[in-house]
């Protein structure tokens, strides 16, 4: 069973719309969750840390459920720039020598 | 600022020939760093970690070998390249960004071909 698993998709969608990934993490020593973004044929980039209280970013909302070991990105009224793949990542560990575990994304294509 | 560097961004190399790539990153001290591969189309695969000078982590055995001569210098090697090698090679630092809060940051990755 992987570490982190994501639903790969791809998502399809027109623009406008409202489209929500979802993530499990199966390791109880994953501290802290982010959410990244990686286009095409491009290096990963930090989209927004996950927090359990939330964490908003204008039209992107993450959410953590320590307890069900879930974490899920919303994304409102997409962009035609908001088509990329997004990455579920944990960081595991408490001390400084920590592993960064990826899923392997999910890919979201935003239609006119 | 902090900023994270590696070469090459391309590479094309024979089978059985050796490998050396190189990521520094400036700006900051003691970083953690991390080296992942990425097959096409796949996700990224953890391959090796290191929280400190010789101090290195292999998550996956395989053909390749990482050291970490100086604080801020990590190194990704192969003394004889397989097919199954090629990839995106994706260097990373876990910190403080002074903009953009706290993650792990890439480098601009290599792309590996071996034919």
């Known amino acids: 069973r992987k570490e982190v698993e994501q639903d790969p998709g791809p998502f399809n969608v027109p623009e406008g719309a409202t489209v929500a990934f979802n993530c499990t993490y199966s390791?109880?020593?994953?501290?802290?969750f982010f959410w990244y973004r990686q286009d095409c044929r491009k290096e990963p980039k930090l989209l927004m840390s996950?927090?359990?209280s939330g964490n908003e970013d204008g039209r992107f909302t993450a959410q953590l459920n320590r307890a069900s070991q879930y974490i899920s990105l919303l994304i409102r009224d997409s962009k035609l720039s908001d088509s990329a793949t997004y990455l579920c990542v944990a960081f595991q560990g408490y001390s400084s020598a920590s592993k960064i575990i990826f899923g392997s994304g999910t890919r979201l294509s935003i239609r006119p | 600022s902090q900023t994270i560097h590696q070469w090459p961004a391309t590479l094309v190399q024979p089978v059985g020939s050796p490998l050396s790539l190189e990521c520094t990153v400036e700006g900051t001290s003691n970083p953690n760093l991390y080296w992942y591969r990425q097959a096409a189309g796949r996700g990224l695969q953890l391959l090796f970690y290191s929280v400190g000078i010789g101090q290195i982590s292999s998550e996956v055995p395989q053909n390749l070998s990482a050291s970490r001569p100086q604080d801020r210098q990590f190194i990704l090697s192969s003394k004889k390249l397989l097919l199954s090698d090629s990839g995106f090679y994706l260097c990373?630092?876990?910190?403080?960004?002074?903009?953009?809060?706290?993650?792990?940051?890439f480098g601009q990755g290599t792309r590996l071909t071996v034919v």
């Open positions: 990373a630092w876990r910190g403080y960004m002074d903009r953009g809060g706290f993650g792990a940051f």
């Open positions: 390791n109880s020593a994953s501290q802290s």
């Open positions: 996950v927090y359990s």
